[in-house]
């Protein structure tokens, strides 16, 4: 039976990924000369912000910076490139989180960024108040592919992992939910890039083709329940 909804942030209630693209070419080419192509970056799309930069500099063998220090000055880049544009709010994912909540749902944002930036992301979006747990892959040991995240999230929800549905953007993120064995709906985010979501039960375009009956749905037969 389907008890809780565990929701990705970045791609899935903002369209944060096109802003967090720009903010580390901006830092690269600053800071290290270094152009940052989509290629190379959208394998890294769903993982935590630490992890990318230790990427980043074991690849391009960065020598004057750490992964730490490139993570707090491109800080500060995102933190200007947000207060002049602000994250673009994925149309119908706000209505749908209240509708669920409503429904009597347990929800969670079980996202790879920090979790100051869920907290303010979620409170611009009016959508705070009905989140039971916020999970933060940054507090974690291992990022998405690992199904940390989403195993930490049914812990704090009292439910079990049979329980939940994932609904996620990135590749990492449906191979978490899998490796969690949860049920995982896959958004087709054009913003979030060329993404392998084949692990997804099932994929859609828009927020606005969901409804409870359809979650239940796609729950349902990911488990063989009628």
């Not at 720009?22 to 890294?44: A, D, G, V």
């Not at 799309?45 to 910076?65: C, L, Q």
């Not at 994932?166 to 958004?187: P, R, T, Y």
Request: with cysteine.
């Amino acid at each position: 039976m389907l008890k809780a909804i565990l929701f990705d942030m970045d791609g899935v209630l903002v369209d944060s990924e096109p802003i967090h693209f720009k903010s580390n070419c901006i830092t690269l080419e600053k800071y290290c000369n270094i152009t940052l192509e989509y290629e190379y970056y959208k394998q890294l799309i769903g993982s935590t912000i630490a992890y990318m930069w230790k990427r980043v500099v074991d690849d391009f063998h960065i020598v004057e910076y750490t992964a730490d220090d490139l993570l707090k000055l491109n800080d500060a880049v995102l933190q200007e490139l947000v207060e002049k544009d602000g994250y673009p709010p994925i149309p119908g994912a706000s209505e749908c989180v209240r509708e669920w909540k409503q429904a009597g749902y347990l929800l969670a944002v079980a996202s790879s960024s920090k979790r100051e930036k869920i907290l303010q992301n979620i409170k611009r979006l009016g959508i705070a108040d009905c989140f039971d747990r916020i999970v933060s892959g940054m507090e974690l040991e291992h990022p998405k592919p690992s199904p940390d995240i989403f195993l930490e999230a049914a812990k704090l929800l009292e439910v079990k992992p049979e329980e939940c549905l994932v609904i996620e953007d990135s590749g990492n993120g449906v191979k978490a939910a899998v490796s969690a064995g949860m049920a995982c709906l896959g958004f087709l985010n054009p913003n979030s890039g060329e993404q392998d979501l084949s692990g997804a039960d099932y994929l859609f375009e828009s927020f606005s083709s969901l409804d409870e009956s359809f979650l239940c749905m796609v729950h349902n037969h990911h488990f063989g329940e009628p």
